[in-house]
């Protein structure tokens, strides 16, 4: 597969509601999209770096600016994913832009080959149980309002952003509200230390399925020891960027259940990769959200339909983001999304909507 060339694009997505986690809050989404351009077919993907290094270090201009400097020009004259994946393997970090352009080059390659996403990787279902991440909100009743809200649209489980000073009481009012047969969890986004460990054994009492990130990425050890002091499982997202951190993680008893977002780990690959590794040991996956447009959104699907997802994960309905999506929006029956079945990633941005929210362009011929 030949590629001609490869665009860059920004848009700005406004979300239908800010959204408060403990390291900030988001009321607009700066995106890069990739699309990778070959005489047989094009490649989409999104990449997931926030506007600022506040989740993670990459931030969505350093990542255009590593794809533009040093990774495109990395590609191999012929690339195929696997391919792509060994060029970019020198270049240190930088896995969100890794990502992005990986996984446009295997929508191009699985488009012209006539193979869904979801079949290349080894999918066993065609449609995925989905959970709902529901930010800090002013106050425990707006918050209660919500969940109602997401209940009532036929999420299957509710995913609550904890910080010190807002961690004990939303969750016990949820509980106390919609029951203990809920399937609810919280996400720390590491705003936690060891020494809140006392704190957050109190998080037991409420039947939690896990608490996701409750300390820094790079907290391993730290991780493997408040795992000893807290019976609600430890589930880790930021800490996990490869598969040698997941194999890490599970060695040291960092925790039992893992978050993947393919854009956090460099691609759907590395994404298998950490699939194939969390069955043999026994970890539960699901597929995290990074605020994605139908593009990333799609890919996820896929990826969430493996056999070793096995609890339900952030990939919610496109309007629990954006009013309009930039593709067919993904809508929520009987609390499931179905899986695209299109070669490749299986959706296509709307040419009408994209440009409308179209910041800039540009094109890298190769
Ligand atoms: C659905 C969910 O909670 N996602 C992330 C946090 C997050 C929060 C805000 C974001 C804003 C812009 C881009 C990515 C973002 C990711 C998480 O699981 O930790
Ligand atoms: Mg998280």
């Not at 509601?17 to 699309?35: M, Q, Y």
């Not at 999918?123 to 425990?140: F, H, K, L, N, Y």
């Not at 609390?335 to 070669?343: A, K, R």
């Amino acid at each position: 597969m030949k590629i001609t060339g490869i665009e860059l694009r920004r848009i700005a997505m406004p979300l239908v509601a800010p959204f408060r986690t403990s390291f900030g809050t988001e009321s607009e989404r700066d995106v890069l999209l990739v699309r990778v351009v070959t005489p047989d077919s094009e490649g989409w993907a999104e990449c997931v770096a926030m506007s600022q290094p506040l989740y993670s270090s990459e931030y969505v201009d350093g990542a255009a600016e590593v794809l533009r400097r040093f990774l495109i020009p990395a590609l191999p004259a012929h690339p195929d994913a696997h391919r792509v994946h060994r060029a970019l393997e020198p270049f240190k970090g930088h896995r969100m832009a890794k990502a992005a352009l990986e996984t446009a080059v295997l929508d191009a390659q699985l488009r012209a080959g006539g193979q869904p996403l979801a079949s290349f990787l080894g999918a066993s279902a065609d449609r995925v149980p989905c959970g709902v991440s529901v930010g800090i909100m002013d106050s425990v009743p707006q918050l209660l309002d919500a969940v109602g809200g997401y209940l009532d649209e036929g999420y299957v489980r509710i995913k609550l952003k904890i910080e010190p000073g807002w961690d004990l009481a939303p969750v016990r009012a949820v509980r106390e509200r919609f029951g203990d047969d809920l399937l609810l969890q919280v996400d720390a986004n590491a705003a936690y230390t060891l020494a809140d460990a006392p704190h957050l054994a109190k998080l037991d009492d409420f039947g939690l399925l896990l608490i996701e990130q409750p300390l820094a990425n790079d907290d391993m050890v730290q991780h493997a020891r408040l795992a000893t002091l807290l019976k609600t499982p430890i589930c880790l997202d930021e800490s996990i960027e490869s598969a040698e951190h997941a194999a890490a993680a599970i060695t040291l008893g960092a925790c039992s259940i893992i978050n993947v977002k393919p854009g956090r780990i460099g691609g759907y690959l590395e994404a298998r990769r950490i699939h194939d590794l969390a069955r043999a040991h026994g970890v539960a996956l699901w597929c995290g959200g990074m605020l994605e447009t139908g593009i990333g959104r799609a890919a996820n699907l896929a990826l969430a339909a493996l056999p070793g997802f096995t609890l339900p994960g952030d990939t919610s309905a496109s309007r629990r983001y954006y009013a309009t999506d930039i593709t067919t929006p993904f809508e929520l029956r009987d609390g499931h999304l179905d899986v695209p079945t299109g070669p490749g990633i299986g959706v296509d941005p709307v040419p009408g909507i994209l440009d409308e929210v179209t910041t800039s362009t540009e094109w890298i011929t190769l």
